[in-house]
């Protein structure tokens, strides 16, 4: 079952913060984060693997309720760079025997 | 590394018409994925392979058929094209690792337009 996205869309300005969240109605394994650019492949962020892992690079992190069964991606300091569409991608509970089932995305789009 | 590389980039095909697409990748991954892309609808996995000569059915199916005769290779074939299969088709591939830390590595994409 395909994991809900929300918002729809964020506008941000330069500089700004932003939180896109990834929700699922069954028992999650991992929750995998992505971001594409318009007419790109996407591209792998991070991956949590543990209920209430939190990781992060730069100044995108991620954080993994499993209790709640829902992933937050939290993007600080918001860039131009930053902007595009970002896909989380779940795995069920059963782990190594399933695959990813991704959101439909949010479009993210920083402005100067 | 070219990791992970699709041909056509580009194709235009009448309905009823057939074609291949190829997905190649040199990481020696085991998974490898065909996903279609539709606006507002996200990835959503079409076939996949957890290794050479074996494939499985993913969420959309039908109408496509899929092989892996070589574990670099994953073919996605259309034996007669229909204007709904209008679409990006992008395809990923990873490591096995039971489970754990498997990130999908995805190609460029190939754009499809069926009239």
């Known amino acids: 079952q395909q994991p809900v996205q929300s918002p729809q869309a964020v506008i941000l300005r330069e500089g700004e913060d932003a939180v896109i969240n990834c929700s699922s109605s069954?028992?999650?394994?991992?929750v995998h984060w992505y971001r594409q650019k318009h007419g790109e492949a996407p591209v792998f962020l991070m991956i949590?693997?543990?209920?209430?892992e939190q990781k992060g690079h730069d100044k995108i992190s991620a954080s993994f309720n499993e209790k709640k069964q829902q992933s937050s991606l939290y993007l600080t300091a918001s860039q131009l760079s930053y902007s595009g569409t970002y896909f989380c991608?779940?795995?069920?509970?059963?782990?190594?025997?399933?695959?990813?089932?991704f959101g439909k995305g949010i479009t993210l789009s920083v402005r100067p | 590394n070219a990791g992970v590389t699709q041909t056509p980039k580009f194709r235009v095909l009448k309905t009823g018409q057939s074609m291949t697409l190829l997905c190649a990748q040199d990481?020696?991954?085991?998974?490898m994925y065909w996903y279609r892309q539709d606006p507002g609808m996200g990835l959503r996995l079409i076939h996949y392979?957890?290794?050479?000569?074996?494939?499985a059915k993913g969420e959309v199916p039908d109408g496509y058929n899929v092989s892996r005769l070589k574990k670099q290779n994953f073919l996605l074939g259309l034996e007669s094209a229909a204007p709904s299969q209008t679409s990006v088709y992008f395809c990923?591939?990873?490591?096995?690792?039971?489970?754990?830390?498997?990130?999908?590595?995805f190609g460029p994409g190939t754009r499809l337009l069926v009239l």
């Open positions: 991608g779940v795995q069920g509970s059963n782990g190594a025997n399933s695959k990813l089932t």
């Open positions: 069954k028992a999650l394994y991992s």
């Open positions: 990481m020696n991954h085991e998974y």
């Open positions: 949590l693997l543990k209920g209430g």
């Open positions: 990923a591939s990873s490591y096995y690792r039971g489970g754990k830390d498997e990130t999908q590595y």
């Open positions: 392979s957890v290794g050479e000569g074996t494939t």
